[in-house]
């Protein structure tokens, strides 16, 4: 008889966790100040296909925590300079990358495409001041 039963001799349960096509996510987000510092629950149910989205909103909602601000108007469209990578790019258009605090990358003047990596995301100047990260 095999008697291999050290996490059990350890009193601790472990627990193994399987990622398949559905992945169960609860995550918290606490909110930022902007809306009152209330802590929010989100309980979402995705496949694997979402998950980098699902990253994308979540580092988004902590980089609020953590004080930067929305990076796209009333209007969900990118504000310039301040939602772009990078501001001096000539040509400005497309933009090879989208500000994780704005939603999309501006890839012209008019024209928006929304993120499908987390490879495509990068925090910009203005991003980077609200957080401390540069002066
Ligand atoms: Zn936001």
Known sequence: ???????????????????????FVL???????????RIGIV???????????????????LMH??????????NGRTIVPDGLVEPDRTPLYPQRSAV????????SASAEATPETLDELAVGSSTAKELGWLR
Do not use: C, W
């Open 1 to 23: 008889m095999r008697s291999d039963n050290g996490p059990k001799k350890r009193g601790r349960r472990f627990f193994l966790v399987q990622v398949s096509i559905l992945l």
């Open 27 to 37: 995550f918290v987000v606490v909110l930022n100040a902007e809306q009152e510092g």
């Open 43 to 61: 309980d979402v149910e995705l496949d694997a296909s979402m998950v980098d989205l699902t990253l994308f909103v979540v580092a988004h909602e």
């Open 65 to 74: 925590t953590l004080g930067a601000s929305d990076k796209y108007d009333a």
């Open 100 to 107: 994780v605090m704005a939603r999309n990358r501006p890839v």
